[in-house]
Antibody, heavy 120, light 106 residues
């Protein structure tokens, strides 16, 4: 059974930084692309970032480009998202999601999310 | 960026009735379209991939169709557990984009 467990969320100051983690189990982590999707309170889903199975390719939404870094540690089966220069509009529930293939595909498994609140 | 537009935003349906949800892409995405179901307080769940391939976790009353720019999710006979928000998402090109969602309610 695929399990994705996010952590690292919390209350952050505007302009601050955070690192989200996603511990994966139940599948061969290195074989799959992974991503982060967020959901602001009461709003829809917004794709944030993705990384290929090899880690060689990374992609970002314009809303976080330049202030976010996605990475993975295949030895630890863990996905990360570092964000800096946090803004109020980054407040959201951040989901870690597994893609269906090494470089592309849909999101076939999701974690329960970690809540990030950016507020003074 | 490919904009995904879902309609209607809200759909009121009675149990046992048919529900038809639409998703339109601003550019062609071939069949690289997924549907997700999200219930309150839960993570999204993959419902359909490749525009029409239903996951085994969902019953046959759910079906997807379409290609290019026009897609449809049909729930043939709504059950109480189907009341949720449904999102479409294209994975044909970067950035990945989701539709705004359709809330199916009683």
């Amino acid at each position: 059974e695929v399990q994705l467990l996010e952590s690292g969320g919390g209350l952050e100051q505007p302009g601050g930084s955070l690192r989200l983690s996603c511990a994966a189990s139940g599948f061969t982590f290195s074989n799959y692309a992974m991503g982060w999707v967020r959901q602001a309170p009461g709003k829809g889903l917004e794709w944030v970032s993705a990384i290929s199975g090899s880690g060689g390719y990374t992609y970002y939404a314009d809303s976080v480009q330049g202030r976010s870094t996605i990475s993975r540690d295949d030895a630890k089966s863990t996905l990360y998202l570092e964000m800096n220069s946090l803004r109020a509009e980054d407040t959201a529930l951040y989901f870690c999601a597994k893609r269906s293939a090494r470089t592309s595909g849909w999101f076939d498994d999701w974690g329960q999310g970690t809540l990030v609140t950016v507020s003074p | 960026e490919i904009v995904m537009t879902q309609s209607p935003a809200n759909l009121s349906v009675s149990p046992g009735e048919r529900a038809t949800l639409s998703c339109r892409a601003s550019q062609g995405v071939s069949s690289n379209l997924a549907w997700y179901q999200q219930k309150p307080g839960q993570a999204p769940r993959l419902l359909i991939s490749g525009a029409s391939t239903r996951t085994t976790a969902f019953p046959a009353r759910f079906s997807g169709s379409g290609s290019g720019t026009e897609f449809t999710l049909t729930i043939s006979s709504l059950q109480s557990e189907d009341f949720a928000v449904y999102y479409c998402q294209q994975y044909n090109s970067w950035p990945l984009t989701f539709g705004g969602g359709t809330k199916v309610e009683i």
